[in-house]
C-alpha cells in the first residue's frame, strides 16, 4: 500500500517548492547584478582616471548624469484605446464626439494631471492619433473631418455604416 499525502501537507510542499526556487533564482539575480556592477564601477573609475588626464581642465565629478524622460507620460498599453472606445460608448447611439470632448473623457477616465503644456499637447496628439488609427482599422467613424476652425468628430459604428470607399 502507498502512503496518501494529505492534501494541507501536498500544498504546503507545493509553496515551499515554489517559494525555494524563486529565491533560488533572485539570490542568482542578485549575484549576476553584483558581479555587472563590479563591472561597472571599474569602467567608471577608469574612464574618470581618463578624463582627469586630458589636456581638456575638466573633472569627472563635474559632469552631470542621464535623467529619465521625466517629460512624457507613461500610460499603461491599452489604456488610451480602452478610455476612448469607454467615452464613445457612454454617449447615445446616433450621436457623435468631437477630439476635444473625447480628450477631457480621457483625461477625467485616466486621471492624469499636468505638469506642463507640452504635456497638455502631447496628450491631445496622441488622441487625435489613436483615433485616426481606430477609424482605419473600422473601429470608429469619423462622421465630420476638421479642419483649422473645427475639430473631427468621431462615433462608434452602426450598422449600415459604409467603411470603405468603392470608386471601382
Sequence with gaps: MTTRTPPSIAWLAKKYISARSELVELESDIAKLLVKRDALRADV??????IDIH?????ASELQLTRENLIQKKLKYGSLSSAILKHLRS????SDASISEIFYAVIESLGIEFT??????RLRNSVSHQLRNMCNKSKVV???KGNRK?????R???AGDQLRWDFS
Excluded at 473645427?150 to 468621431?154: D, E, L
Design 116 to 121: 506642463s503644456e507640452a504635456e497638455y499637447l
Design 142 to 144: 469619423r462622421t465630420i
Design 45 to 50: 573609475a577608469s574612464l574618470e582616471r581618463v
Design 55 to 59: 589636456e581638456v581642465p575638466i573633472h
Design 91 to 94: 454617449i447615445s447611439s446616433g
Design 150 to 154: 473645427f475639430t473631427s468628430r468621431y
Design 156 to 158: 462608434l459604428i452602426a
